[in-house]
């Protein structure tokens, strides 16, 4: 079975000129097939104060009202997404930069109504992902470049976290590659204590996962980010990586970020 590695990249990386044109030299010269996943979410958030859309933040995760998809749309599948395909052709990476509603790659179902409205925020199933579409652009020698926008099928654009995508993306795929998900992000991995860079925390075990975010090892955003690597090992991605965007080159070695295992 052929490897596939599924990259999801965020936090300031993004927003760096510098560091974002490193990690895309070290994503094209990784070995075999790949594909690669992107937010945007402080770029969205600084044109939308520009347009006078104020971000709205619940626990982390952004509220989408229509004027909000409208902002995270122009930026992740635009600005962005575009920017980055032309980086990664420039460097000799064949991209194609795509939503979740081109060749209905991804498809969402907008989240319900419960304690808070999100609005036009998509949440994903184990049949969103076309495992075939995604597998069909690398046989043709495409690196295809998600971004976190989807749609639902009835022509409803939604957003969905990209961690998320990147979750559901190598999981899907996991039926026909040997796939492993790779988190990069600021910092080295998941750190005991944030503010120390040598106090990296290499491997987490499931069974560890409860008491890690009992102690406030892990905390905030890297809780969901850790519930959606565990539950991809468990169906079926060999293995999950979290670690530091300019250290992607050490993946294949051992010392890269924290690995979690089941």
């Known amino acids: 079975m052929k490897r596939l590695s ?31 996943i992107h937010g945007g979410g402080k770029i969205a958030t600084e044109l939308g104060v520009s347009l006078g859309v104020e971000a709205k933040m ?36 064949n991209a194609i930069g795509l939503t979740g509603a081109d060749g209905n790659i991804i498809k969402a179902v907008k989240r319900p109504v419960k304690e808070i ?27 295809p470049v998600l971004c976190a926008i989807t749609h639902d099928g009835d022509s409803q654009l939604l957003n969905t976290n990209a961690d998320t995508i990147a979750s559901a993306v190598a999981v899907a795929m996991s039926s026909l ?60 991605v060999s293995a999950v990586y979290i670690g530091k965007a300019d250290e992607l080159p050490q993946i294949n070695e051992q010392g890269f970020g924290t690995r979690l295992i089941i």
């Open 58 to 93: 619940v626990d982390g995760r952004r509220i989408t009202d229509i004027e909000t998809l409208r902002i995270v749309t122009m930026v992740y599948a635009g600005l962005i997404n575009k920017n980055m395909v032309a980086q990664l052709q420039a460097k000799g990476c």
């Open 177 to 236: 590659y040997e796939t492993v998900l790779v988190y990069c992000f600021e910092k080295r991995g998941v750190m005991r204590d944030v503010e120390d860079d040598n106090s990296l925390v290499p491997e987490i075990r499931m069974a560890e996962f409860e008491g890690l975010k009992q102690e406030g090892v892990v905390s905030g955003g890297m809780i969901p980010k850790l519930h959606n690597a565990f539950e991809a090992i468990k169906s079926g």
């Open 117 to 143: 409205d999100y609005g036009f925020v998509g949440d994903l199933d184990e049949a969103s992902v076309s495992s075939v579409t995604l597998d069909s652009l690398l046989r043709a020698g495409l690196t």
């Open 6 to 36: 599924v990259i999801k990249i965020g936090g300031n990386v993004i927003d760096n000129s510098e560091k974002l044109h490193q990690f895309l030299l070290d994503f094209t010269a990784l070995p075999g097939d790949k594909i690669l």
